[in-house]
Nanobody, 123 residues
Framework: QVQLVESGGGLVQAGGSLRLSCAAS????????MGWYRQAPGKQRELVAVITTGSSTNYADSVKGRFTISRDNAKNTVYLQMNSLKPEDSAVYYC?????????????????WGQGTQVTVSS
């Protein structure tokens, strides 16, 4: 069974930086896409950044130029470097992954979420 474990959230002042990590564990033979979403209180979950198999990246307009997504294939880990943080970046950040795995010995795609990590940016 695939598990996603996030780390790196916390409290930071506006203008500061944080780095989030998400490690996928279990039987994994391919990573199709990994990314980060966030959800602020009273708002819908939204895409922050995603990186695909070919290292193609996509960012929300609100974070372009400030956030950078990267991955370490050997560690099945995706990172989100967040710079120039703003109070409006405060949210629970969730890792999402689509990876090739085995279920009952049958190749399948896992499509799931991490538990979330809180990011709070004070003004």
């Amino acid at each position: 069974q695939v598990q996603l474990v996030e780390s790196g959230g916390g409290l930071v002042q506006a203008g500061g930086s944080l780095r989030l990590s998400c490690a996928a564990s279990g039987i994994i033979f391919s990573i199709n896409a990994m990314g980060w979403y966030r959800q602020a209180p009273g708002k819908q979950r939204e895409l922050v950044a995603v990186i695909t198999t070919g290292s193609s990246t996509n960012y929300a307009d609100s974070v372009k130029g400030r956030f950078t997504i990267s991955r370490d294939n050997a560690k099945n880990t995706v990172y989100l470097q967040m710079n120039s943080l703003k109070p409006e970046d405060s949210a629970v950040y969730y890792c999402h992954a689509r990876v090739g795995t085995l279920a009952g010995g049958i190749p399948t795609e896992y499509n799931g979420w991490g538990q979330g990590t809180q990011v709070t940016v004070s003004s």
